[in-house]
């Protein structure tokens, strides 16, 4: 199994780059858009982490900047259905936390939005990873600094309460996303009260 790969980036495209590792043997690896926008430019150095698939008629290898976006694509690929390129559609449609918060809120709308995402598929893609997803440990973007006692206070009552704190931190960004900062303690957990 090859776990990672390091070399000189040959080739670069938003679907696949070529890699000439040390032993002078360019591999070609899939990637996904998030990863294309995380890479340098050809004739620099890279390292990614891979997954590679065994089928009887083909071997390919898919390279992920960091271990949040290869844990989700061996997710993805574990639900009935996705195959690894659809998997990379997805975590090319998605990021890691887009994709995280879509799963944690149950949004289906969002998920068949995605090309070859049928709303069979998304159904089945949510209750799959409902549970895994929030014990993948994703790091959230950061939302407002000025009302961050707030939400660090909702987030204590909600992981109190038993719920996943990556859930509830998803959940809170979203809120804070949609209805600004300046919500009190009891609000926040109360609209997150209703998405959890």
């Not at 918060?101 to 089945?124: F, M, W």
């Amino acid at each position: 199994m090859i776990t990672f790969i390091r070399g000189k980036l040959v080739e670069k495209n938003p679907a696949y780059i070529v890699v000439d590792t040390a032993g002078g043997v360019g591999y070609l690896v899939h990637i996904s858009l998030n990863t294309y926008a995380k890479l340098p430019e050809p004739g620099g150095e890279v390292s990614l982490l891979t997954h590679f698939v065994v089928k009887e008629d083909a071997q390919t290898l898919y390279g992920f900047h960091d271990e949040t976006e290869r844990s989700l694509f061996r997710l993805l690929i574990s639900v009935n259905g996705i195959g690894p390129n659809t998997a990379v559609i997805i975590l090319s449609a998605l990021t890691p936390n887009e994709l995280a918060e879509a799963v944690a809120s149950e949004n289906v709308s969002v998920i068949k939005a995605i090309k070859g995402i049928g709303p069979k598929t998304a159904q089945r893609l949510i209750i799959d990873l409902n549970d895994k997803v929030g014990k993948l440990q994703i790091s959230t973007d950061k939302i407002s600094h000025s009302n961050n006692n707030n939400k660090n206070e909702a987030l204590t009552a909600l992981v109190s309460l038993g719920f996943g704190k990556n859930q509830v931190e998803i959940v809170l960004n979203k809120i804070f996303k949609e209805e600004g900062s300046e919500l009190s303690i009891e609000d926040l957990i109360k609209r997150a009260l209703k998405l959890l």
